[in-house]
């Protein structure tokens, strides 16, 4: 069982915006403000696109975006196109013992 | 261009051993720490590890302490994982990653960027 818990699947047509849920604990997510999410298409690595709750890295579309609210972290996408359909998974640093944890991903399609 | 390339497929016995590397290249490999994220077939990701290749300092998962070694040479700026005794459990994707952060409290930076994976295969 993954540390953090993520919804299996969401699914939403293109030009919608979605919005993932990422739930924690006081451990982690609700601790420090160190979640990520990462992308991850089928045969791929997984790919940063969101850090620090809400920061961008370059090159990463504003169409991301993220949030906190207590022990819940969000991602959205706007405006959602046919190449966002992938694996999506939070993480959060979680202490000096733990150091990080997982969801166990949201697999989004795009009807 | 930071990189990290990851060495090939392994197919393996039960029982065998096994070292995979991680190759990092266009930054300072002894200042940021390493990680490697385990994924089963159609599973999600799992953290096993990291370490500060400047001084060695590693950190296990709970999940993974006693079940692999993490290890580095800086000298060949390359990081490795490694089993003694292989389960057919331990197939999966690894994937090396670094944190995006250089020298730090370890794994408060975000992993950025990741190796292209490598997948271990462990079967009689």
């Known amino acids: 069982q993954s540390a953090l818990t993520q919804p299996a699947s969401v699914s939403g047509s293109p030009g919608q915006s979605i919005t993932f849920s990422c739930t924690g604990t006081s451990n982690d997510v609700g601790s420090y403000n160190l979640v990520s999410w990462y992308q991850q298409h089928p045969g791929k690595a997984p790919k940063l696109i969101i850090y620090e709750g809400n920061k961008r890295p370059s090159g990463v579309s504003n169409r991301f975006s993220g949030s906190k609210s207590g022990n819940t972290a969000s991602l959205t996408i706007s405006g959602l196109q046919a190449e966002d359909e992938a694996d999506y998974y939070c993480c959060s640093y979680a202490g000096s013992s733990t150091f990080v944890v997982f969801g166990a991903g949201t697999k989004l399609t795009v009807l | 261009e930071v990189q990290l390339v990851q060495s090939g497929a392994e197919v393996k016995k039960p029982g065998e051993s096994l070292k995979i590397s991680c190759k990092g290249s266009?930054?300072?490999?002894?200042?940021?720490?390493i990680g490697w994220v385990r994924q089963m077939p159609g599973k999600g990701l799992e953290w096993m590890g990291i370490i500060y290749p400047g001084d060695s300092d590693t950190r296990y998962s709970p999940s993974f302490q006693g079940q692999v070694t993490i290890s580095a040479d800086k000298s060949i700026t390359t990081a490795y994982l490694q089993w003694s005794s292989l389960k057919a459990s331990d197939t999966a994707i690894y994937y090396c990653a670094r944190h995006a952060n250089p020298g730090g409290i370890a794994a408060q930076s975000p992993f950025d960027p990741w190796g292209q994976g490598t997948l271990v295969t462990v079967s009689s």
């Open positions: 266009g930054y300072s490999f002894t200042s940021y720490w």
